[in-house]
């Protein structure tokens, strides 16, 4: 149940009906973030932290070898961002290896492979090959056709998308509207039953669509006519398949953007698209949801990405740390450089840690990863820009420097340039970063408002008397035990030096859920408008949970005989009690108030910008990825190129 806020405005009330209508709810397994908010850090489900089985791994290795023996000469990823342009034979060399239906099951002609293989894949080429096309598998496979046909797609259409997607056609996700972003609850693009009732009229505009640009097939959401619902109207939301050839499907206009430039990303206008009935996936109004379910899965790429390329840059700046030598010593001998040196080597183990424990719980099924992957999508690609940002600082000049100038002048040509500038994405795709901390905020709050939620809204006297009998139930042994519960705690199972940040853990995951109700009871209905106590309380919980983690697979490596990464965890989880101290600091001394405040003065005097005149885009020729992945040599990024020009003059 959600909290009835009278502070929000209509246009809040609806776009929050429309995310709560989506929301999950049938998950029958215990969430080990969910838990941390409540204050138990449950280390059964954490420990032993999950290895990927010996028959899994070899599968996803043997494959590994074979895209390296490819793609080290095929894929050169300076000159895809440099000619804003994937070639016709990488998709062709792509497709031969089955790398569009990695999940695909074989049934339908997929490599059948694991999440977790899925997630070592895309990390693979982003660290040694090249972002666009990790980017662009990604955005096929994450969100694209076939996870949501896997999912949620009755047998009909399993059987006739599945096997074309696995041999190379390509497949995009249309949500973002030029007006619609993070709020999807105000889409334009709508579709509506023709009088036969044997096909859907689809009409709008989708933006930033990935892939778009040469997709065979989309997933695009509409809005379909409103259900009343519980006697109160509601917005509807239904996904289509629709082939990219279709008449009506055109593209306006392809996107340049400040890194992965290869993406064929763009404009999409659909104009009275006939899609047949059979073509909608999981039923009328079940859009939304299927896009969020689908990103539980699909949302964990990203974090292996980040993980990967971090690895990569960790790997790199050793070499260089003891290679560059400035003020008579190596630069990894300063103590600034150490620091730098041990934050991105401690950084990339806590966000593989973090991301492969999601990738586990997908692959173990029907465990509730919600609070994971999306914890994982945040952490991870917040942390990379703030490492890559240190490696490239470390790297001094040449961290600046393009790849090509530094090959050309005879140096180490490592693309930390390109590097900083593919990641920066991760923090607004797949929903922004704040985004995800309401979505967290949402789940955290779940269980009070299943108890409390009369007592803030609008209830009668006896529902809320009788809410409160419940609450006074549930609370009086509950909050006890957030002072008490931790005492006898040992962790007898975890090496000494473990043990001690574990029961830190511990405290501090108490003292969370204690902050948690603190709030709710302090700031009632309006601490849903605290957007900024709620991300400090999200950061806390993620930060725990990845310390938890950390020293869970310390653990379970030791184990079996490995110390490799006994040195980053333990810097981890010592050099985080800091930040997780100094987030708990600022729930209580902010300048939140003051922010919005200023905030408010700065949009009193500042002028909206005026809607400029809608350029009337004529569409662009296209070429689909059936036809790239046929090695048909394609021209459309000079094409896209001319038309720029033309529209410059
Ligand atoms: C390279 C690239 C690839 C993309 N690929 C796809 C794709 O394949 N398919 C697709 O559908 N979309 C795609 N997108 C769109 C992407 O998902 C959106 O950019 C993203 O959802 C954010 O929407 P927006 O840019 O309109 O920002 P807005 O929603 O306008 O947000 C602007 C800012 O306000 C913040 N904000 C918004 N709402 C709130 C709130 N309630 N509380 C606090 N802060 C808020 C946001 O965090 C952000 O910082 C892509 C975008 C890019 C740039």
């Given at each position: 149940?959600?909290?009835?806020?009278?502070?929000?405005?209509?246009?809040?009330?609806?776009?929050?009906?429309?995310?709560?209508?989506?929301?999950?709810?049938?998950?029958?397994?215990?969430?080990?973030?969910?838990?941390?908010?409540?204050?138990?850090?449950?280390?059964?489900?954490?420990?032993?932290?999950?290895?990927?089985?010996?028959?899994?791994?070899?599968?996803?290795?043997?494959?590994?070898?074979?895209?390296?023996?490819?793609?080290?000469?095929?894929?050169?990823?300076?000159?895809?961002?440099?000619?804003?342009?994937?070639?016709?034979?990488?998709?062709?060399?792509?497709?031969?290896?089955?790398?569009?239906?990695?999940?695909?099951?074989?049934?339908?002609?997929?490599?059948?492979?694991?999440?977790?293989?899925?997630?070592?894949?895309?990390?693979?080429?982003?660290?040694?090959?090249?972002?666009?096309?990790?980017?662009?598998?990604?955005?096929?496979?994450?969100?694209?056709?076939?996870?949501?046909?896997?999912?949620?797609?009755?047998?009909?259409?399993?059987?006739?998308?599945?096997?074309?997607?696995?041999?190379?056609?390509?497949?995009?996700?249309?949500?973002?509207?030029?007006?619609?972003?993070?709020?999807?609850?105000?889409?334009?693009?709508?579709?509506?039953?023709?009088?036969?009732?044997?096909?859907?009229?689809?009409?709008?505009?989708?933006?930033?669509?990935?892939?778009?640009?040469?997709?065979?097939?989309?997933?695009?959401?509409?809005?379909?006519p409103d259900k009343v619902i519980k006697g109160k109207p509601r917005k509807q939301?239904?996904?289509?398949?629709?082939?990219?050839?279709?008449?009506?499907?055109?593209?306006?206009?392809?996107?340049?953007?400040?890194?992965?430039?290869?993406?064929?990303?763009?404009?999409?206008?659909f104009t009275d698209v006939q899609v047949p009935v059979d073509h909608v996936i999981?039923?009328?109004?079940?859009?939304?949801?299927?896009?969020?379910?689908?990103?539980?899965?699909?949302?964990?790429?990203?974090?292996?990405?980040?993980?990967?390329?971090?690895?990569?840059?960790?790997?790199?700046?050793?070499?260089?740390?003891?290679?560059?030598?400035?003020?008579?010593?190596?630069?990894?001998?300063?103590?600034?450089?150490?620091?730098?040196?041990?934050?991105?080597?401690?950084?990339?183990?806590?966000?593989?840690?973090?991301?492969?424990?999601?990738?586990?719980?997908?692959?173990?099924?029907?465990?509730?990863?919600?609070?994971?992957?999306?914890?994982?999508?945040?952490?991870?690609?917040?942390?990379?820009?703030?490492?890559?940002?240190?490696?490239?600082?470390?790297?001094?000049?040449?961290?600046?420097?393009?790849?090509?100038?530094?090959?050309?002048?005879?140096?180490?040509?490592?693309?930390?340039?390109?590097?900083?500038?593919?990641?920066?994405?991760?923090?607004?795709?797949?929903?922004?970063?704040?985004?995800?901390?309401?979505?967290?905020?949402?789940?955290?709050?779940?269980?009070?408002?299943?108890?409390?939620?009369?007592?803030?809204?609008?209830?009668?006297?006896?529902?809320?008397?009788?809410?409160?009998?419940?609450?006074?139930?549930?609370?009086?042994?509950?909050?006890?035990?957030?002072?008490?519960?931790?005492?006898?705690?040992?962790?007898?199972?975890?090496?000494?030096?473990?043990?001690?940040?574990?029961?830190?853990?511990?405290?501090?995951?108490?003292?969370?859920?204690?902050?948690?109700?603190?709030?709710?009871?302090?700031?009632?209905?309006?601490?849903?408008?605290?957007?900024?106590?709620?991300?400090?309380?999200?950061?806390?919980?993620?930060?725990?949970?990845?310390?938890?983690?950390?020293?869970?697979?310390?653990?379970?490596?030791?184990?079996?005989?490995?110390?490799?990464?006994?040195?980053?965890?333990?810097?981890?989880?010592?050099?985080?009690?800091?930040?997780?101290?100094?987030?708990?600091?600022?729930?209580?001394?902010?300048?939140?108030?003051?922010?919005?405040?200023?905030?408010?003065?700065?949009?009193?005097?500042?002028?909206?910008?005026?809607?400029?005149?809608?350029?009337?885009?004529?569409?662009?020729?296209?070429?689909?990825?059936?036809?790239?992945?046929?090695?048909?040599?394609?021209?459309?990024?000079?094409?896209?190129?001319?038309?720029?020009?033309?529209?410059?003059?």
């Open positions: 149940m959600a909290i009835e806020n009278a502070n929000r405005n209509e246009q809040e009330a609806q776009s929050i009906d429309v995310a709560e209508d989506s929301r999950e709810l049938d998950w029958k397994s215990k969430s080990f973030m969910g838990s941390m908010f409540m204050g138990e850090l449950d280390m059964e489900l954490a420990y032993p932290y999950p290895e990927q089985s010996a028959e899994d791994k070899a599968e996803g290795d043997e494959l590994l070898a074979r895209i390296d023996a490819w793609a080290n000469d095929a894929i050169d990823g300076d000159q895809i961002d440099r000619d804003e342009e994937i070639p016709a034979h990488v998709f062709k060399g792509l497709a031969d290896l089955g790398l569009f239906g990695i999940k695909i099951p074989k049934k339908y002609g997929g490599l059948g492979m694991s999440q977790t293989n899925y997630m070592r894949i895309l990390g693979h080429f982003c660290r040694y090959h090249c972002g666009s096309v990790g980017a662009t598998l990604s955005a096929h496979q994450s969100i694209g056709i076939p996870q949501p046909l896997k999912l949620f797609g009755t047998e009909e259409q399993k059987k006739k998308f599945l096997p074309r997607i696995a041999r190379g056609e390509i497949s995009a996700f249309g949500l973002t509207e030029p007006q619609v972003g993070s709020d999807p609850a105000n889409l334009a693009t709508h579709a509506e039953l023709n009088e036969a009732g044997t096909h859907w009229v689809l009409n709008g505009e989708k933006l930033w669509c990935t892939n778009g640009v040469i997709a065979d097939l989309f997933v695009v959401m509409a809005r379909t939301i239904t996904a289509f398949i629709v082939e990219g050839k279709w008449d009506g499907v055109d593209v306006l206009h392809r996107s340049k953007f400040m890194g992965i430039r290869a993406i064929e990303n763009g404009v999409i206008r999981a039923g009328e109004g079940r859009g939304l949801k299927l896009a969020l379910t689908t990103l539980n899965d699909g949302r964990l790429g990203i974090p292996a990405i980040c993980a990967e390329t971090t690895k990569g840059l960790v790997e790199f700046s050793a070499r260089w740390a003891k290679t560059r030598h400035q003020w008579g010593k190596h630069i990894g001998e300063h103590e600034a450089g150490a620091d730098k040196l041990a934050r991105m080597a401690a950084g990339a183990y806590a966000m593989e840690t973090l991301a492969f424990f999601g990738g586990a719980l997908s692959d173990a099924g029907g465990r509730d990863l919600r609070m994971e992957a999306a914890t994982a999508k945040m952490f991870n690609s917040e942390l990379i820009s703030e490492l890559g940002d240190l490696g490239l600082q470390f790297r001094g000049g040449r961290g600046y420097e393009q790849e090509a100038s530094l090959k050309r002048r005879g140096e180490h040509a490592e693309p930390i340039e390109r590097g900083v500038r593919d990641a920066r994405i991760n923090r607004i795709v797949e929903g922004t970063t704040d985004i995800m901390h309401l979505f967290l905020a949402r789940e955290a709050l779940d269980p009070h408002l299943k108890v409390a939620a009369p007592l803030f809204g609008r209830a009668s006297a006896g529902v809320k008397f009788k809410t409160l009998l419940a609450c006074a139930a549930k609370y009086a042994t509950w909050y006890p035990k957030l002072w008490l519960g931790g005492l006898f705690r040992w962790f007898g199972d975890f090496d000494g030096r473990l043990r001690g940040h574990l029961r830190w853990v511990d405290a501090r995951t108490r003292k969370l859920a204690r902050t948690l109700f603190h709030q709710m009871i302090l700031q009632g209905p309006k601490l849903e408008m605290r957007q900024l106590i709620l991300a400090r309380v999200v950061d806390i919980g993620a930060e725990l949970a990845v310390m938890a983690l950390v020293a869970s697979r310390v653990q379970t490596e030791l184990k079996n005989g490995d110390t490799t990464n006994v040195g980053r965890g333990l810097y981890w989880l010592k050099s985080r009690r800091v930040v997780v101290d100094r987030m708990f600091e600022d729930i209580s001394s902010n300048c939140d108030a003051d922010a919005r405040k200023l905030a408010a003065e700065l949009m009193l005097s500042a002028e909206a910008l005026e809607d400029l005149p809608k350029p009337d885009l004529s569409p662009l020729p296209r070429e689909y990825g059936s036809d790239l992945t046929s090695g048909r040599q394609t021209v459309r990024a000079s094409q896209m190129r001319q038309q720029d020009d033309a529209a410059a003059k």
